[in-house]
């Protein structure tokens, strides 16, 4: 287990321990790799992807607008986020640098997002690393994810539409198919 994967790991039973009492807070461990439907305040499961759904969005310390703002999502509409905890109105967030803390639940989309990891990495015309290349999308790029096989995943940046290998992208769960 990655030294990022055991602090979050250790964050999330600290957190829960401190704040399920009384809030109806859903917490899953961030090492669950597919997201279950559970009797979350929502419906949807949790662990999931959504993306930042305006133009200006606070990351609170606590799930309530008296918590201490951590950070502001300012022009990164689109961003993706994994929601790994809520309450009826609040989301616990990680974003793709790891950064954790709480949004109101109004101020995300569920719209699915991606973002460039690593290095430099082609857009093909096709789900085959044979296929042409489109264009070459930097690290950090945020993308509108459309479809996900096992493999390849297609977003969309800009005026392009093209395919990535599923491993490329942040915003995707490993092997996750998303139509």
Do not use: K
């Not at 321990?17 to 929502?42: K, R």
């Not at 993306?51 to 008296?66: D, E, K, L, W």
């Not at 290095?119 to 042409?132: G, I, T, Y």
């Amino acid at each position: 287990m990655s030294h990022f994967m055991s602090r979050l790991l250790a964050f999330v039973a600290i957190a829960g321990a401190l704040l399920i009492g009384g809030l109806g807070i859903t917490m899953v461990p961030a090492s669950t790799a597919v997201a279950q439907e559970t009797d979350n305040p929502s419906g949807l499961a949790v662990p999931r992807y959504a993306t930042i759904g305006r133009s200006r969005v606070n990351m609170r310390q606590g799930p309530s607008t008296s918590h201490r703002i951590l950070w502001v999502y300012a022009g990164q509409e689109g961003l993706p986020v994994e929601v790994v905890a809520e309450t009826e109105l609040w989301r616990q967030i990680r974003d793709p640098e790891g950064d954790i803390g709480w949004v109101h639940h109004a101020l995300l989309s569920n719209e699915r997002g991606a973002v460039v990891q690593g290095s430099m990495r082609p857009l093909r015309r096709q789900p085959a690393a044979d296929a042409a290349t489109m264009a070459y999308l930097e690290p950090r790029v945020v993308a509108s994810l459309n479809e996900c096989s096992e493999d390849w995943c297609q977003i969309s940046v800009d005026n392009y539409t093209g395919w990535v290998r599923h491993d490329e992208v942040w915003g995707v769960y490993p092997a996750e198919v998303v139509r």
